[in-house]
């Protein structure tokens, strides 16, 4: 477990100095070019030289479809077109911008709407009357209370998980591979779908990857200090029950490789068939560990 937070450590001071390593790796290149070139000076041909009319210097309409664009809204943010309300005096009384966001307290209109509300009551009760508002004055008691209530729902989900296998006859470890994944996961794509929506596809991947090394290093060894350190005096260890987690791991890394080649070959942008791609490795992951945790037997051979 300390191996791993300290591993954390390590890739967040690599992240802090990453500009400064990324403009030591541009600088060496650049010199190695100089010296390449042997004072020889290239003179590159412009577009109009080379027999390129204006109409052929225009993207064509594939290699539009490859860019990201923010939406309407956000366009129009940046343009300045979209009065915040600010000119109106439209400002709450403790200095803080007025949200838009409905009141999820707010029965809403039509049926599917309505069931999805009354199904969220025990969610949207305790978090409405035990958060404060957000504003400058209490922003910190919100973060922590929202920390608590992340801590409590987690908990919960877990062990309602844990449950629901136990009565399905469904192994643990499937469980955590499936439900829990996914139902841990789901934030974590409607943040990566908000940034994409306003073009920051760098911003909506590095999300994802720095989530999933932060849940690796820091979410599975700090538990287990504080259980092994503080709980059980230190004579503990958590054991791993699935023999497979080496065979596991290696598919996990195969996956992510598979991901980064498929963004090269399409060019370093977030379309259609990028979304099809990623699904098709999930789904190829899922049906993989499913058929290994169901017939262990048969698979004993995987074990390393």
Known sequence: AIILFILYLIYITIMYFNPRLEELAYSRERKMALLDSEGVTEVKPSPTSMGCTTEDMKPSPSMKDNFVEPEPEEKALEAGEINDGEDDGEKKEDGGDDDDDEDFMARPDGGAALVMWIMSMPVYVPLNYSMPRP????????????????????????????????????????????????????PDAVSSMAV????????????????NIFDILVG??????????????????????SPF????????????????????????????????????????????????????????????
């Open 135 to 186: 504003s400058p004055k209490w922003f910190m008691a919100t973060f922590f209370i929202s920390l608590m209530w992340i801590a409590a729902f987690a908990f919960l989900l877990v062990w309602w998980t844990e449950i629901l296998g136990n009565v399905l006859r469904i192994p643990t470890i499937i469980m955590g591979l499936t439900f829990l994944a996914a139902g841990t996961s789901i």
């Open 220 to 241: 599975l060894p700090i538990p287990w200090i504080i259980k092994i350190a503080f709980i059980e005096g230190g004579n503990y260890a958590v054991k791993i029950q």
């Open 196 to 211: 994409a929506r306003k073009g920051e596809g760098d911003m909506a991947v590095s999300s994802s990857i720095g989530s």
């Open 245 to 304: 987690l080496v065979f596991y791991v290696v598919v996990l890394l195969i996956m992510v490789f598979a991901v980064v080649i498929s963004i090269h070959f399409l060019g370093w942008v977030l379309n259609k068939k990028l979304g099809i791609i990623m699904a098709v490795l999930y789904v190829i992951f899922i049906i993989l560990v499913v058929s290994v945790e169901s017939n262990t037997e048969s698979f004993m051979w995987l074990k390393i």
